[in-house]
């Protein structure tokens, strides 16, 4: 049987279901205690007096650790491109050991006691006094500030391919147009958890990250203790949405914390202290212009966007990365700008960049289609580039156009008739939009090691983390069918540092990147077996060459003959034979980074690649009230093969459920006196519910890529990009209205 493809239940699912799976904040200790932050009420200044006495003065607290008394901590490393792990600090501030507040929500003591409601109450006791120094914290005010972003090796800030001013304002028809996106947060079920203990000099962590070996780096180098002394286990994350990929303050308290008071110690954030000391994605403001022909060939295409950073550092956000590879526009300019307050980092958010700089393109392409009097799906056909617009590379995988065929097909997008506001039923104005969908494919290194015992039964062991997606399911898969043994055979082994390295649940690149490591290591492993199987007497498959022989059954077989992994081990008195991919060794790790190194920015340089799509929807909205209500959604996905069509189908519409929030409902909402976040709460901060969320058809064309580990690109992302574009353009046939600032919200519509 082949495994790969079938909808095959999560192997982990009995034991999320049933409460058996630990988390963070659920592995016993004794004499474990708890702690609790107390938060900067300023935005930029020093601390000139904190009063801990009437804290320490309560039953059960432990410690009052203030930058008085913390223990020194080295600073956070530099970030550099050469070692990724110091690109996940969080923030450059040192955490209490400094009276400076840099923003507003900042971490200026932290209490430790015997239960979490004594160290939350005594928290409240701690008063600290200041003295405020001048803060920038409005994002809107400071656009006329921004400068533009630099390129680095991980993120481009500018691309330029002709004379795109020029184009533009000799286009017979074009549009320059302005948007906004506001400042949102991840809001994981899970919110983030930490427990430390100290068993003398070396750390146990158990920690809900998107990166288990760059936190246990980053706390190496943060408390100056070796690699190999601190072990971060991390086997079940409960969501994460890239908000868990940087080492917050939480974090490092935690484990400073432990230090201090000699006891395991655990610390859980409030859903407040989440949106205090855990970045959000960037508000944004872009301008999107496009010049065209009257047949719909785009002459000009411009994309240029302001978002912001922390002065103590700040996640790049890819805003114009989509206006890089969509449309074959003649002349094209894309250019990222920054502005730097007085407030906590932004970070990675799913599909940073490509979430938001996509809703104003495809947003401009559709009001284009209307100017222009053609259908949205005909002007991106027009417009499908053969190569990649900016440079000419080629595309290792594109079947956008497919995407598009068959989404119109199913959704019956000719029964829309265009005109906007002439579709209704009852007092509900019914419209559709349509979008294009876009995600960057990227891979990383990871060592993996492969075991095969006489008993027939394989363990995979791989450090990768699993935030719900259902890795260690899909990797059960790819091993079953590369090692031709039943799924029930297969054990994997994850989310511990102890474990070989593995790479960070990020940038849609896990599943790619462990595959290509297991997959090597699965064809040593029947390389060894095939060997040992040779040199032992009486066995069928002496004499044979190793290409006569696949790996199916539980063996290796040539037709009918063969030998099964259990008969040529024991023949062999062999209890286990194991292969290993990638080295533990410093300079093992180093060589090996290097050559991925060398190989990536090789393929880079050759092709691009990403997952694609085509979202279609049809929203109503109430013509009395402006209430805006999603009724039917189907995206069409071109993300390479499928591994696991079950786990597949809920990440796409995972992802689509989190572009609705976008569109209609999200947004941080940001003081703009003195940056503090004003809805720090879920009772405030309004997320998508069931009620909001219409039944949801997902397709994929499971159509390989050929430069990919089995062909697979990656599905944790491409369904967010394009929701919000498709809701707006839907919006507008529903209306007549053009909303391009998110969310899109009733008082808009009035």
Known sequence: MRYVGQPVDRLDGAVKTTGAARYSAEYPYPDLAYAALVHATITRGRI???????????????????????????????PTPMDLSTLIIGTTVNYLNTDEVHWNGQ????VVAETLDAAREAAHLVEVEYAELPATVDFAAEEGNATPQKSTLVASGAAKKGDPDAALAAAPFSLDLRYTTPAVNHNAIEPHSTTAFWDKDRLILHEGTQNITWLRDHLAARFDVPKKDIRVISPFVGGAFGGKSLVW????????????????VRMMLTREGVYRTVGGRTPSIQRVAIGADADGSMTALIHTSVSQVGKIGGWLEGVTSVSRHMYDATNIQVQQNLVQLDALTNTIMRAPGEAIGSFALEATVDEL????GMDPIELRARNEPARNPVDGKAFSHRMLLDCFERGAKEFGWAERTPEPGSMRDGKWLVGMGVAAAYHPAVQFSANVTVRLSDDGTVLVRCGFQEMGMGSATAFSQVAADALGVPLSAVKVEYGDTDLPTGPGAGGSAQTASVTAGLLAACEKLTNAVFTVARKTPGSPLRGWRRADVVARDGGLYQNTRGESYQDILRRADRASIEAQVGSETRIGQVTGQVRFMSKFMMDQRRWVKAACGAQFCEVRVDSDTGEVRVSRWLGVFDVGTVINAKTTASQLRGG??????????EETLVDPRNGRIMNASLSEYHVPVHADIPEIEVRYLDDPDPTMPLG???????????????????VFHATGKRIRDLPITLDKLL
Do not use: C, F, W
């Open 48 to 78: 000139t007096q904190i009063d801990t006495e009437t804290a320490r003065k309560m039953p059960g607290v432990l410690a009052v650790i203030t930058h008085r008394n913390a223990p020194l901590m080295k600073p956070p490393p530099k």
């Open 107 to 110: 971490p200026v003591a932290v």
């Open 249 to 264: 303050p939480g974090t490092v308290l935690t484990v400073l914390a432990a230090k201090v008071t000699g006891r395991p």
């Open 369 to 372: 289609a209307y100017r222009l």
């Open 656 to 665: 689509i459920v989190m572009g609705i929030g976008m569109a209609l409902a």
């Open 712 to 730: 697979l690109i990656g599905v944790g992302e491409v369904s967010v990009t394009g929701v919000a574009g498709a809701i707006a353009n839907a």
